[in-house]
C-alpha cells in the first residue's frame, strides 16, 4: 500500500484530482466529512490528509512514502526528502513587505514578522543584516500595520492581501510552487511505482 499525503484544502483539490487521474482514485474520500484516511486497496494506496504544513514532516519520517507540498514549506522544514517534481501550480513566492513608503534605520536591528522564521533567518544571515524575528501563525499583515514588526516575510499569491492593507513588497527572498516528494526509504523500495506516479504527472502539467 503506498500511502500519500495530501494537503488539506485547495491544494488537495487539485493534487488529489491529479492521482485520481492517474487510477489512483479513492470513492469514498471524494464524499468528504472529517475522516483522515482513506483507503483504496484495489489500486494499493492509502490517503492521509494533513495540514499542508505538515505533509513534508510525514514524508520524512516515512508515515507517509509521497506528498505534494509547497516549495515554501521544504525551504522552511528542511525535510531530507526527495524533491521528485515541480508540478508548476500552487505557485507564489517568498516575499519581505512593509507599509508603503517605509523606510529602513539601519542601525537597528530589523524586526521581521513571520511563519517561516527559518526562511527569513537564512534570507538576513546572507544580507548579514541583524534582526528580531517575531513568529506568527497567520494574519501576518497585521504585524507591521500595528507597529509590532517593520516588515513581514511571506507568502505573496495574488497581492491583493498585501494591497488591501496597504503593504507591498520591497524584496523577493524565493519563488515557490507544489512539489511531488518521497521518502528516501521508501523511493527505494517502491522505485517502479513512485517513479510511474511521477511520470504521470510530469505528462498531464
Ligand atoms: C496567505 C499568506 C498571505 C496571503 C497571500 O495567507 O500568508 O496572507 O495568503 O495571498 P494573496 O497574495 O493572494 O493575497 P493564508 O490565506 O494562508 O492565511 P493566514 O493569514 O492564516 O496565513
Known sequence: MLNIALPKG?????VYQLFSQLGCGCPELEQGGR?????????GVRYLLVKPGDVAIYVE???????VVGKDVLLETRAD????LDLGFGACRLAVA????????????????????N???????????????????????LAPILGLSDVIVDIVETGTTLKENGLEVIATVAGSSARFIANKASYQ?????????????RERI
Open 10 to 14: 485547495r491544494l488537495g483539490d487539485k
Open 119 to 141: 526562511v527569513a533567518k537564512a534570507y538576513y544571515d546572507s544580507l548579514s543584516r541583524r534582526i528580531e524575528l517575531i513568529k506568527l501563525n497567520g494574519s501576518i499583515e
Open 35 to 43: 475522516k483522515l484516511v482513506f483507503e483504496n486497496p484495489e489500486e
Open 189 to 201: 523500495f517502491e522505485k517502479d511505482t513512485i517513479d510511474r506516479i511521477c511520470a504521470g504527472m
Open 81 to 84: 526528502v526527495y524533491e521528485l
Open 61 to 67: 519520517h516515512g508515515a507517509a512514502d509521497v506528498g
Open 98 to 117: 512593509a507599509k508603503k513608503g517605509w523606510q529602513e534605520d539601519l542601525s537597528l536591528p530589523l524586526r521581521v514578522a513571520t511563519k517561516y522564521p
